[in-house]
């Protein structure tokens, strides 16, 4: 049996978690995949973190991947860093930079086991701010500054591939160069507040070829969470990493309630499994939750069975199906062979989120190119902003 | 074997262990590896060679480690591609003796 097969039947433990800490963050970005701003009351306490970091320890996961919200602001977030860590689990952490000081940075540098990866979504401020919120670009970048100054080297700049940053690969590329640090590009989903800006972010059709020609030519150091499956349909390159949806089969997601999810963009009550809170601790969840069984057995791929590119792309994302409001058996809704828009185009109706931390006042988009003067008045057009 | 292939240059006559930083996991089609320097995952797609990376230290070098775990002469240059996979991602270590 192959690797991907034996992966498709689960395995007695994650090989990778994603653990989100809090809610709470300082940020509101337009795309955040668990809609994220307010802390929830019922977050796991310390000792609960630890109790679950003992059961990790116990499964032999090797380490966490630590996000939110922002899990950096949470009071006790160093203590369970350490914690883990001196209990074999080893920890990755997503941060916007906000707390990245200079000392926070070279005590970092000084552990094997704590890996870092800094959020970054343009690589201009322009392009970055518009999603993530004005100053955070700089933020970001002083993080890495910090990083790079206590010798850190090889943490991760990570990037959600958006139709306005395909373009940008190279200069992303370049940034993590300067930084000595490793770029990291995943694909964006239609989840959390990631479904009400997805029209106007996910990349085109053009720009997912772009995307993939240019993973294919420098893949081999560019890490990817394995989140480009869909682009495999293409099919005439190899793509680094096993590309396949590891959703409650490798990988699953622990919220800051202790909810389990089966991957980190399907917070949905769909792919709730359970709660470490419950009597069989994480450990049940994951090996006799029902909707994780469901998803260890053989399943149907519909229409796509019939298409050529079905064995490399395996019907793509469940989470962008879903949260598009398409059938989990039908065609991804960026479906490399353009079966995704015809599907799109029947869609009635989409799943209501059935969470939203999100700050009360919800989050703008910094408009692109508004920043900078016309360089003559004729050069705006008259009509700016009528007829949209 | 492992996910890596890999040119045959690999010492079966010379003294090996696993890294320090390397954490082994039993699965039932062999084993996940994980490094927590490199920070890079690796799969030993049999458990036979699951045997032969943990007897590594045990033996005076990695051909005795192959005939313990029951690897045979004819099998023997595959486990050796393997071994010589895991050692390019430093996964495994020459031993001092």
Redesign the interface.
Known sequence: MSLVDEFQYGLDAPICLTWELTYACNLSCVHCLSSSGRRDPRELSTAECKALIDEFERMQVFYVNIGGGEPTVRPDFWELVDYATDHHVGVKFSTNGVKITPDVARRLAGSDYVDVQISLDGATAEVNDHVRGPGSYATAIRAMEHLADAGFENFKISVVMTRHNVSQLDAFKAIADRYRAQLRITRLRPSGRGADTWNELHPSAAQQRELYDWLVAHGENVLTGDSFFHLAGYGEGDLPGLNLCGAGRVVCLVDPVGDVYACPFAIHDTFLAGNVRGGGGFTGVWRESELFTELRSPQSGGACESCSAFDACRGGCMAAKFFTGLPLDGPDPECVRGHGEPALAGVTSVPKPSLDHSHRRRPVPVTIGMRRPPERACDDSPLAGFGR | MS?EDSPAGFDLDGPWRLDD?V?I?P???GA?L?H??T?R?S?L?SPTLLDVVRGLAEHPDARAACTEAGVGAAELPRYRAALSALAASSMIQPRRL
Do not use: N, V, W
């Open positions: 996910t930083r954490s996991r699965e039932r089609f996940l994980y927590f320097g920070r995952l799969f797609k």
